[in-house]
Protein backbone atom coordinates (compact mmCIF):
# COMPACT_ATOMS: atom_id res chain seq x y z
CA UNK A 1 0.00 0.00 0.00
CA UNK A 2 0.95 3.55 -0.43
CA UNK A 3 0.68 6.51 1.26
CA UNK A 4 -2.11 7.73 -1.07
CA UNK A 5 -4.22 4.69 -0.26
CA UNK A 6 -4.70 5.30 3.40
CA UNK A 7 -6.54 8.59 2.26
CA UNK A 8 -10.19 8.91 3.35
CA UNK A 9 -13.06 11.09 2.17
CA UNK A 10 -15.74 12.24 4.81
CA UNK A 11 -18.86 13.96 4.34
CA UNK A 12 -20.69 14.84 7.04
CA UNK A 13 -24.75 16.04 6.79
CA UNK A 14 -26.64 16.46 9.78
CA UNK A 15 -29.57 18.03 8.82
CA UNK A 16 -30.82 19.89 12.03
CA UNK A 17 -33.60 20.78 10.44
CA UNK A 18 -34.94 17.81 10.03
CA UNK A 19 -36.00 16.52 13.10
CA UNK A 20 -39.35 15.63 15.05
CA UNK A 21 -39.46 15.58 18.99
CA UNK A 22 -39.36 12.61 20.46
CA UNK A 23 -38.37 10.21 17.42
CA UNK A 24 -35.14 8.09 17.29
CA UNK A 25 -33.43 9.38 13.78
CA UNK A 26 -32.72 12.57 15.04
CA UNK A 27 -29.94 15.41 14.64
CA UNK A 28 -28.68 14.33 18.48
CA UNK A 29 -27.68 10.94 16.74
CA UNK A 30 -24.65 12.50 14.81
CA UNK A 31 -24.03 15.42 17.58
CA UNK A 32 -21.51 13.51 19.59
CA UNK A 33 -18.92 13.71 16.19
CA UNK A 34 -19.59 17.66 15.58
CA UNK A 35 -16.02 17.79 17.12
CA UNK A 36 -14.63 16.01 13.96
CA UNK A 37 -15.15 18.83 11.92
CA UNK A 38 -12.20 20.51 13.62
CA UNK A 39 -10.06 17.59 14.80
CA UNK A 40 -10.79 14.39 12.66
CA UNK A 41 -10.16 11.27 14.78
CA UNK A 42 -7.36 10.11 12.36
CA UNK A 43 -4.73 12.31 10.04
CA UNK A 44 -5.65 10.33 7.17
CA UNK A 45 -9.08 11.58 6.97
CA UNK A 46 -10.27 14.50 4.39
CA UNK A 47 -13.81 16.20 4.30
CA UNK A 48 -14.81 17.08 1.10
CA UNK A 49 -17.52 19.79 0.47
CA UNK A 50 -20.30 18.82 -1.14
CA UNK A 51 -23.52 20.19 -2.96
CA UNK A 52 -26.87 19.16 -2.28
CA UNK A 53 -28.58 16.91 -5.35
CA UNK A 54 -30.64 18.08 -7.76
CA UNK A 55 -33.88 16.77 -9.14
CA UNK A 56 -32.45 14.88 -12.32
CA UNK A 57 -30.03 13.15 -9.44
CA UNK A 58 -32.84 11.93 -7.61
CA UNK A 59 -34.97 10.66 -10.22
CA UNK A 60 -32.12 7.74 -11.00
CA UNK A 61 -33.79 5.69 -8.62
CA UNK A 62 -36.82 7.86 -7.61
CA UNK A 63 -40.36 9.08 -9.84
CA UNK A 64 -40.77 12.67 -10.42
CA UNK A 65 -43.96 11.77 -8.44
CA UNK A 66 -42.57 10.55 -5.65
CA UNK A 67 -39.78 13.53 -5.09
CA UNK A 68 -43.42 15.79 -5.62
CA UNK A 69 -45.02 13.56 -2.48
CA UNK A 70 -42.50 13.98 -0.25
CA UNK A 71 -42.62 17.98 -1.14
CA UNK A 72 -46.31 18.06 -0.37
CA UNK A 73 -45.98 16.20 2.67
CA UNK A 74 -43.03 18.76 4.02
CA UNK A 75 -45.39 22.07 2.59
CA UNK A 76 -47.72 20.24 5.41
CA UNK A 77 -45.78 21.58 7.96
CA UNK A 78 -44.01 18.51 10.66
CA UNK A 79 -45.86 15.71 11.26
CA UNK A 80 -45.73 11.58 11.33
CA UNK A 81 -46.56 10.15 7.28
CA UNK A 82 -46.50 6.63 7.29
CA UNK A 83 -46.57 3.76 10.19
CA UNK A 84 -42.76 3.29 10.77
CA UNK A 85 -43.23 5.87 11.68
CA UNK A 86 -41.51 8.24 9.15
CA UNK A 87 -41.64 11.96 10.00
CA UNK A 88 -41.11 15.02 7.99
CA UNK A 89 -41.00 18.92 8.64
CA UNK A 90 -41.10 22.12 6.11
CA UNK A 91 -37.30 21.54 5.48
CA UNK A 92 -37.40 17.25 5.22
CA UNK A 93 -37.23 17.80 1.79
CA UNK A 94 -34.11 19.68 1.68
CA UNK A 95 -32.38 17.64 4.16
CA UNK A 96 -32.71 14.62 1.96
CA UNK A 97 -31.46 16.43 -1.19
CA UNK A 98 -28.80 17.69 1.03
CA UNK A 99 -27.93 13.62 2.14
CA UNK A 100 -27.45 12.78 -1.19
CA UNK A 101 -25.64 15.58 -2.81
CA UNK A 102 -23.01 14.62 -0.10
CA UNK A 103 -22.85 10.91 -0.85
CA UNK A 104 -22.58 11.48 -4.26
CA UNK A 105 -19.86 13.86 -3.75
CA UNK A 106 -17.75 10.88 -2.48
CA UNK A 107 -18.45 8.57 -4.78
CA UNK A 108 -18.07 10.35 -7.76
CA UNK A 109 -14.75 11.39 -6.18
CA UNK A 110 -13.93 7.53 -6.02
CA UNK A 111 -14.77 7.00 -9.22
CA UNK A 112 -13.25 10.22 -10.78
CA UNK A 113 -9.83 9.47 -8.72
CA UNK A 114 -9.79 5.62 -9.57
CA UNK A 115 -9.39 4.02 -6.51
CA UNK A 116 -10.25 5.92 -2.77
CA UNK A 117 -12.33 5.08 0.55
CA UNK A 118 -14.83 7.33 2.07
CA UNK A 119 -17.52 7.31 4.61
CA UNK A 120 -20.64 9.73 3.78
CA UNK A 121 -22.23 10.55 7.60
CA UNK A 122 -25.33 11.41 6.78
CA UNK A 123 -28.81 12.03 7.42
CA UNK A 124 -31.73 11.24 7.06
CA UNK A 125 -30.61 7.57 6.35
CA UNK A 126 -31.89 6.34 2.82
CA UNK A 127 -32.03 2.50 2.62
CA UNK A 128 -35.69 1.48 2.90
CA UNK A 129 -37.07 4.19 0.87
CA UNK A 130 -38.55 2.45 -2.49
CA UNK A 131 -38.56 3.97 -5.49
CA UNK A 132 -41.99 5.25 -5.24
CA UNK A 133 -42.35 5.54 -1.52
CA UNK A 134 -40.77 6.71 1.56
CA UNK A 135 -40.56 4.79 4.79
CA UNK A 136 -38.65 3.47 7.75
CA UNK A 137 -37.32 6.62 8.56
CA UNK A 138 -35.70 7.26 5.04
CA UNK A 139 -36.87 9.90 2.45
CA UNK A 140 -34.52 9.11 -0.48
CA UNK A 141 -32.58 6.32 -1.10
CA UNK A 142 -28.83 7.73 -0.81
CA UNK A 143 -26.95 4.24 -1.30
CA UNK A 144 -29.03 3.29 -4.16
CA UNK A 145 -28.82 6.81 -5.97
CA UNK A 146 -25.05 5.96 -5.95
CA UNK A 147 -24.90 2.94 -6.94
CA UNK A 148 -27.58 4.09 -10.06
CA UNK A 149 -25.05 7.06 -10.82
CA UNK A 150 -22.15 4.91 -10.72
CA UNK A 151 -23.53 2.69 -13.65
CA UNK A 152 -24.80 5.58 -15.60
CA UNK A 153 -21.29 7.29 -15.16
CA UNK A 154 -19.49 3.96 -16.87
CA UNK A 155 -19.01 1.38 -14.24
CA UNK A 156 -19.91 -1.94 -15.24
CA UNK A 157 -21.26 -3.57 -11.77
CA UNK A 158 -21.45 -2.23 -8.14
CA UNK A 159 -21.81 -4.45 -5.07
CA UNK A 160 -24.10 -3.21 -1.97
CA UNK A 161 -23.62 -4.74 1.68
CA UNK A 162 -26.29 -3.26 3.99
CA UNK A 163 -24.69 -4.70 7.35
CA UNK A 164 -28.03 -2.44 9.11
CA UNK A 165 -30.36 -4.14 11.45
CA UNK A 166 -32.97 -4.26 9.57
CA UNK A 167 -33.62 -4.92 5.78
CA UNK A 168 -32.77 -2.58 2.94
CA UNK A 169 -36.13 -3.13 1.37
CA UNK A 170 -35.53 -0.32 -0.36
CA UNK A 171 -32.34 -0.65 -1.98
CA UNK A 172 -33.71 -4.27 -3.08
CA UNK A 173 -36.52 -3.12 -4.62
CA UNK A 174 -34.21 -0.47 -6.80
CA UNK A 175 -32.57 -2.97 -8.21
CA UNK A 176 -34.58 -5.81 -8.50
CA UNK A 177 -34.32 -6.18 -12.13
CA UNK A 178 -30.67 -4.76 -12.65
CA UNK A 179 -28.25 -7.11 -13.26
CA UNK A 180 -25.19 -4.64 -12.65
CA UNK A 181 -26.09 -3.97 -9.33
CA UNK A 182 -25.54 -6.70 -6.30
CA UNK A 183 -27.33 -6.45 -3.10
CA UNK A 184 -26.61 -8.32 0.18
CA UNK A 185 -28.03 -7.59 3.09
CA UNK A 186 -27.53 -8.83 7.06
CA UNK A 187 -30.56 -8.23 9.07
CA UNK A 188 -32.57 -9.42 11.89
CA UNK A 189 -35.17 -11.79 10.77
CA UNK A 190 -38.98 -11.21 12.52
CA UNK A 191 -38.43 -7.43 12.33
CA UNK A 192 -39.34 -4.42 10.47
CA UNK A 193 -39.94 -4.20 7.97
CA UNK A 194 -40.75 -7.67 7.41
CA UNK A 195 -39.18 -8.84 3.87
CA UNK A 196 -35.63 -9.99 3.17
CA UNK A 197 -36.30 -13.70 3.50
CA UNK A 198 -33.42 -15.72 2.82
CA UNK A 199 -35.91 -17.64 0.04
CA UNK A 200 -36.42 -13.84 -1.74
CA UNK A 201 -36.05 -12.81 -5.23
CA UNK A 202 -35.40 -16.08 -6.69
CA UNK A 203 -34.90 -14.60 -9.93
CA UNK A 204 -31.53 -13.21 -9.14
CA UNK A 205 -29.87 -16.08 -6.98
CA UNK A 206 -25.87 -15.31 -6.69
CA UNK A 207 -26.79 -11.35 -7.54
CA UNK A 208 -29.16 -10.57 -4.57
CA UNK A 209 -28.49 -12.13 -1.01
CA UNK A 210 -30.50 -12.01 1.73
CA UNK A 211 -29.35 -13.29 5.54
CA UNK A 212 -31.94 -13.11 7.91
CA UNK A 213 -30.14 -13.23 11.61
CA UNK A 214 -31.70 -15.00 14.49
CA UNK A 215 -32.30 -12.78 17.53
CA UNK A 216 -29.17 -12.22 19.80
CA UNK A 217 -26.96 -13.10 16.80
CA UNK A 218 -23.59 -12.33 18.09
CA UNK A 219 -20.00 -11.00 17.13
CA UNK A 220 -18.77 -14.58 16.14
CA UNK A 221 -22.10 -14.95 13.56
CA UNK A 222 -21.84 -12.03 11.68
CA UNK A 223 -17.60 -12.56 11.52
CA UNK A 224 -18.50 -16.60 10.13
CA UNK A 225 -20.81 -14.76 7.10
CA UNK A 226 -18.61 -12.27 6.11
CA UNK A 227 -15.45 -14.52 6.57
CA UNK A 228 -17.58 -17.45 4.60
CA UNK A 229 -20.41 -16.04 2.54
CA UNK A 230 -19.96 -12.09 1.54
CA UNK A 231 -16.20 -12.55 0.65
CA UNK A 232 -16.65 -15.08 -1.85
CA UNK A 233 -19.81 -13.35 -2.93
CA UNK A 234 -18.04 -10.08 -3.61
CA UNK A 235 -14.87 -12.26 -5.39
CA UNK A 236 -17.44 -13.50 -7.70
CA UNK A 237 -19.85 -10.83 -8.31
CA UNK A 238 -17.09 -8.67 -9.84
CA UNK A 239 -18.02 -5.08 -8.89
CA UNK A 240 -16.16 -1.72 -10.07
CA UNK A 241 -17.00 -0.03 -6.60
CA UNK A 242 -18.44 -1.44 -3.04
CA UNK A 243 -21.32 0.66 -1.64
CA UNK A 244 -22.04 0.02 2.08
CA UNK A 245 -24.88 0.53 3.42
CA UNK A 246 -23.59 1.32 7.01
CA UNK A 247 -26.33 0.47 9.55
CA UNK A 248 -25.00 0.06 13.23
CA UNK A 249 -28.38 -0.81 15.29
CA UNK A 250 -27.04 -3.98 15.44
CA UNK A 251 -25.05 -3.20 18.32
CA UNK A 252 -26.03 -4.99 21.39
CA UNK A 253 -26.74 -1.22 23.21
CA UNK A 254 -29.33 -0.33 20.45
CA UNK A 255 -32.69 0.43 22.05
CA UNK A 256 -34.27 -0.85 18.52
CA UNK A 257 -32.95 -4.48 18.40
CA UNK A 258 -31.66 -7.40 19.29
CA UNK A 259 -28.46 -8.48 17.87
CA UNK A 260 -25.10 -8.17 19.73
CA UNK A 261 -22.65 -7.52 17.84
CA UNK A 262 -19.94 -4.65 19.25
CA UNK A 263 -17.44 -2.13 18.14
CA UNK A 264 -14.75 -4.58 17.57
CA UNK A 265 -17.17 -6.70 15.26
CA UNK A 266 -17.48 -3.66 13.56
CA UNK A 267 -13.95 -2.69 13.03
CA UNK A 268 -13.24 -6.11 11.79
CA UNK A 269 -16.20 -6.36 9.37
CA UNK A 270 -14.75 -3.03 7.98
CA UNK A 271 -11.20 -4.33 7.66
CA UNK A 272 -12.81 -7.22 6.06
CA UNK A 273 -14.52 -4.90 3.73
CA UNK A 274 -11.60 -2.97 3.17
CA UNK A 275 -9.37 -5.66 1.84
CA UNK A 276 -12.26 -7.37 -0.01
CA UNK A 277 -12.38 -3.97 -1.81
CA UNK A 278 -8.95 -3.47 -2.61
CA UNK A 279 -8.63 -6.97 -3.73
CA UNK A 280 -11.69 -7.04 -6.04
CA UNK A 281 -13.08 -3.38 -6.54
CA UNK A 282 -9.99 -1.59 -7.40
CA UNK A 283 -9.68 -0.28 -4.53
CA UNK A 284 -13.42 1.97 -4.40
CA UNK A 285 -14.95 1.90 -1.26
CA UNK A 286 -17.61 3.87 0.06
CA UNK A 287 -19.52 3.83 3.32
CA UNK A 288 -22.94 5.30 3.42
CA UNK A 289 -24.55 5.85 7.31
CA UNK A 290 -27.75 4.23 7.62
CA UNK A 291 -29.41 3.14 11.40
CA UNK A 292 -27.68 3.32 14.89
CA UNK A 293 -29.89 5.04 17.30
CA UNK A 294 -27.80 5.23 20.33
CA UNK A 295 -25.45 8.10 19.96
CA UNK A 296 -22.48 7.06 22.27
CA UNK A 297 -21.78 3.70 20.56
CA UNK A 298 -22.65 5.01 17.26
CA UNK A 299 -20.01 7.40 17.44
CA UNK A 300 -17.45 4.11 18.26
CA UNK A 301 -18.81 2.42 15.99
CA UNK A 302 -18.16 4.59 13.01
CA UNK A 303 -14.91 5.89 14.36
CA UNK A 304 -14.53 1.88 14.23
CA UNK A 305 -14.93 1.75 10.42
CA UNK A 306 -13.12 5.41 10.08
CA UNK A 307 -9.76 3.14 11.82
CA UNK A 308 -10.71 0.24 9.26
CA UNK A 309 -10.34 2.89 5.95
CA UNK A 310 -7.55 4.81 7.42
CA UNK A 311 -5.36 1.46 7.88
CA UNK A 312 -5.31 2.17 12.03
CA UNK A 313 -5.88 -0.44 14.58
CA UNK A 314 -7.30 1.51 17.83
CA UNK A 315 -10.74 3.02 18.63
CA UNK A 316 -12.67 4.02 21.52
CA UNK A 317 -15.08 1.73 22.92
CA UNK A 318 -17.25 2.94 25.54
CA UNK A 319 -19.61 -0.57 25.71
CA UNK A 320 -16.54 -3.09 25.61
CA UNK A 321 -17.19 -6.78 24.63
CA UNK A 322 -21.13 -8.06 23.08
CA UNK A 323 -22.69 -10.11 26.00
CA UNK A 324 -22.69 -12.72 23.50
CA UNK A 325 -25.67 -14.72 22.23
CA UNK A 326 -25.81 -17.08 19.51
CA UNK A 327 -22.89 -17.57 17.08
CA UNK A 328 -24.07 -21.25 15.52
CA UNK A 329 -24.86 -20.71 11.85
CA UNK A 330 -22.92 -23.50 9.65
CA UNK A 331 -26.23 -25.18 8.60
CA UNK A 332 -27.22 -21.50 7.58
CA UNK A 333 -23.90 -20.72 5.90
CA UNK A 334 -24.27 -23.83 4.24
CA UNK A 335 -27.72 -23.35 2.66
CA UNK A 336 -27.27 -19.90 1.62
CA UNK A 337 -23.88 -21.26 -0.19
CA UNK A 338 -25.75 -23.87 -2.04
CA UNK A 339 -28.61 -21.73 -2.63
CA UNK A 340 -26.56 -19.01 -4.55
CA UNK A 341 -23.80 -21.14 -5.48
CA UNK A 342 -21.14 -19.87 -3.84
CA UNK A 343 -17.72 -22.10 -3.98
CA UNK A 344 -14.50 -21.36 -3.26
CA UNK A 345 -12.19 -21.45 -6.00
Sequence with gaps: MTEKDYNVY??????????????????????????????PPYPEITWIDYESANEADVILIHPKATIDAIKLECQ??????????????????????????????????????GRGRGFAIVRPPGHHAEPDRPMGFCLFNNV??????????????????????????????????????????????????????????????GRIINIPMPAFSDTTAFLSLFREVVSLWLQD????????????????????TTLTLDTT???????MLVELADAYCQGRVLFVLEGGYDPLALKDNIQACLAALCGRSTFPDHYGRSPG??????????????LHQITEE
Design 237 to 256: FGAEILLVSAGFDAHFSDPL
Design 265 to 271: GFYKIAQ
Design 10 to 39: CTFHDAPEHAYRGHPESPGRLAPMWEWLEA
Design 325 to 338: GRSLLADQIKALKE
Design 76 to 113: KGAHEFEPSPSYVTGASCRAAFGAVGATLALSRKILAD
Design 144 to 205: AIAAADAIASGAGKAAIIDFDAHHGNGTEAAFWQTPEVGYLSTHESNTYPGSGSMLSAPHAR
